[in-house]
């Protein structure tokens, strides 16, 4: 019998690994597709990653800082499930495109280093995820090593993070002592040497669980695991789902230890496709009608063919090959003919794509970020964020009969999320905005390689940068009049007020109470 809709839907998991640089995200990736039998050999993530860097040339910058600039989606099946994981760029300089995965995912699994805790980055992504109560499943990565205390840690978690924590399973030693892991409601144990195999035991005491430690450190387990139960909270599905409790899986994904309670785990509890709100309602993924937005633009992913992909999420229906669309921006029709999947090495024509299913569609710059695509009626999904750039600047030709086509590929960049561009009032050159400096490093890479613009940057007298609104027009209009010198316009023709530091900003706000001055707009 063909799988319903409803049944689709049931099935799909769409997840991000959040992390701290070097936590183990991309190790824990490639032994997550290894249980999806998406690769053959761990290390192949790796391997396509340094394969995709040698075919392009602005990709040098990630090889040479030995960052991943490159976000990408992942589909594998396991069990009853079809997961889409979605990978996020490391480094912080990209923020905003993995601000902007993270609107297309369901649920997180968080690595956290078992002897580092709770880092910096780790904290902020955390952050935003909590902003959409994304469910978060833990992994404390690295138990081989010499690691934190386990009470420490999640103490740590809930100190940081203000999120109740309910470790599944224990480990059992760390470190050299490291021997597997004891479940906690089911007293069973995984041992490390033999992980595919779950043993049902008698108690921590038992010679399968402290049995597998030194002797001197058998008793200090088995009060650690009465302890573990007693004082901290069982796991609820409810409060999970609700954002508010993380289960903690403790492992090591370089010995591949640990990922197989993970994904099922996510399997088990996170949840399927959510309801996605549009400006007139909330788009359930069991609506029959298709809809879908983009999250994310990737140019030359295959320089041979020059081509973009828009990765959208499809939110609703059923996504099939060869369909047309509607966009939601311009009302025009727009023909599916060739939407893809992408599996750890390869990409492939999708029939069909469901709720959670990130499919990407190749096109010439039709598609932005933001967009929303329909079948049924005209709606605009709500929430992908365009964070106020951090840095402005002005780019500077070096052949200065070029200025239309550097034009033609700033506008380019900035549909694609690289930059964000805008045209100030007074006519002046166009300024662009990023949030981390290495973004200028990779758009001027890409000026040069593709369109070949050699191009440098030059500071602006501006330095922070917000979008204007008022509840009334006429205020909003007083004000840029009086301060059209200072106003630009950004890709969607929306007003910003430019100002030379945060205490311009702040005066101006005093003296301009009607006006609003945004650090967030939501794409529309
Ligand atoms: P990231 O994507 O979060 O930045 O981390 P990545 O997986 O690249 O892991 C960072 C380093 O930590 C790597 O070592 C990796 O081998 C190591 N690692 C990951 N998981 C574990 C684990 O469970 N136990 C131990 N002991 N190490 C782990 P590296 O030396 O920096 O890189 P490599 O040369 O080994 O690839």
């Known amino acids: 019998m063909p799988e319903s809709l409803e049944q689709a839907v049931a099935r799909r998991r769409t997840f991000a690994i959040i992390s701290h640089p070097d936590a183990g995200k991309t190790t824990l990736t490639e032994k997550l597709l290894l249980f999806g039998g998406a690769i053959q050999l761990a290390g192949e993530v790796k391997a396509k990653k340094d394969r995709m860097h040698s075919r392009s040339d602005w990709m040098k910058i990630e090889r040479e800082r030995g960052i991943s600039v490159v976000t990408s989606v992942m589909t594998f099946e396991y069990g009853d499930h079809v997961y889409n994981l979605l990978d996020t760029p490391g480094h912080e300089d990209f923020a905003d495109d993995t601000y902007r995965t993270l609107t297309a995912v369901d649920a997180a699994i968080m690595v956290v280093d078992a002897a580092k805790g709770i880092e910096p980055r780790t904290l902020k992504l955390f952050e935003v995820c909590r902003l959409r109560d994304i469910p978060i499943v833990t992994f404390v990565n690295k138990m081989d090593r010499e690691a934190r205390d386990p009470f420490e840690i999640l103490d740590e978690i809930e100190d940081k993070l203000a999120l109740d924590t309910a470790p599944v399973t224990w480990p059992i030693g760390q470190g050299r002592t490291f021997s597997g892991t004891y479940h906690l409601a089911d007293n069973a144990v995984r041992r490390l040497d033999s992980e595919d195999t779950r043993t049902p035991v008698n108690g921590p005491e038992s010679d399968s669980a402290a049995g597998l430690l030194p002797e001197n450190d058998r008793e200090a387990f088995v009060e650690e695991v009465n302890l573990a139960r007693e004082a901290c909270k069982p796991f609820d599905i409810e409060a999970f789902l609700e954002g508010h409790l993380t289960p903690v899986f403790f492992g090591s994904a370089l010995r591949n230890y640990g990922v197989r309670d993970l994904i099922n785990a996510l399997g088990a509890y996170a949840p399927p496709p959510r309801a996605q709100q549009a400006d007139t309602r909330l788009v359930k993924a069991t609506d029959s009608d298709m809809t879908a937005f983009v999250f994310k633009i990737q140019a030359n992913m295959d320089p041979n063919h020059r081509d973009r992909i828009a990765f959208v999420r499809v939110c609703s229906g059923k996504l099939k090959r ?203």
């Open 322 to 524: 060869g369909m047309k669309a509607r966009l939601s921006r311009t009302g025009k029709a727009l023909g599916l003919s060739a939407p893809q999947f992408f599996f750890a090495h390869q990409r492939q024509l999708a029939d069909d794509a469901y709720a959670g299913d990130v499919v990407g569609i190749p096109n010439h710059g039709t598609l932005r970020i933001g967009d929303t695509l329909t079948e049924g009626e005209n709606i605009v999904f709500q929430g992908v964020p365009n964070f106020a750039p951090e840095i402005l600047r002005r780019v500077r030709l070096e052949d200065a009969m070029k200025a239309k086509k550097l034009k033609e590929a700033l506008q380019q960049m900035a549909e694609e999320g690289v930059v964000q561009l805008f045209s100030p009032e007074d006519g002046s050159p166009a300024i662009v905005g990023v949030i981390g400096a290495l973004q200028l490093d990779v758009l001027k890479e890409r000026l040069k390689s593709e369109y070949g613009l050699p191009v440098s940057f030059e500071a602006a007298r501006f330095n922070v940068c917000r979008w204007i609104s008022a509840d009334r027009r006429a205020d909003l209009e007083k004000f840029i009049d009086a301060k059209r010198g200072d106003i630009a316009r950004d890709l969607d023709g929306d007003p910003v007020f430019l100002a030379s530091d945060g205490f311009s900003l702040n005066y101006e706000g005093e003296r301009w109470p009607d006006i609003k001055f945004v650090h967030v707009k939501e794409y529309h």
